[in-house]
């Protein structure tokens, strides 16, 4: 989401914290709001589960324990001990387009919420998006974001296809994306749809 950004050639990470403000205003709001599935919430290296929302189904449990460990269960958000670098709330698909835009009319100075699909909102530091991310890492790696390829389906992913010089919007995304006169992919993204066009865009470039 951009909160983070890391690369195998370095061992430095760069990251984007939410203030200790920004946390306890965004407990204040769920409690208000109450997510119909599950608050999670991450650092660098872990994530979090706020007691009493619920919790995500095994499959997404499984991928997130992948990548983090164990979940870690806590009663509010500044309980975490560690830096926070994103919080993700399901208010189910229709209520998180409304809490959003109270989280970010309520907290607008210091964090940004948008959409990710699947009734999901995530919160971050203000500022920070897929592109902001993206432009660290093409820095480092020397690449002009013209040269840069992305995919998106989701409301979260407009600053980054903004930022690159190719789009791709999946054919299931969000519909909003759909009249932003990008590229549609030509299978969803349970068809291999990405797959599919960066295949078709290698072999473009090979026989180039």
Known sequence: NGAVMRARFDSQSVAAYL???AL???????QKFHPTDSVLAFSDNHFYGIAGFGERDSGSMALLEASFGPIIWVDH???IEEAVTSVTANFGEQASEQV???VNATLGEIVHATTSGMGD???????VNKASGLEK???KLAIAPEDLTVFGDGMND?????????VFVMPNGDARLMDLGYQIASFDNNADGVLYEAERILAQEINN
Do not use: C, F, P, R
């Open 19 to 21: 203030s200790q403000t």
């Open 24 to 30: 306890g205003g965004l407990q204040a709001i769920i």
């Open 77 to 79: 958000l500044l309980d």
């Open 100 to 102: 959003g835009e109270y």
């Open 121 to 127: 909102l995530d919160v971050l530091a203000k500022g």
């Open 137 to 139: 890492l093409l820095t």
């Open 158 to 166: 407009v600053e980054m296809m903004q930022l690159a010089g190719q």
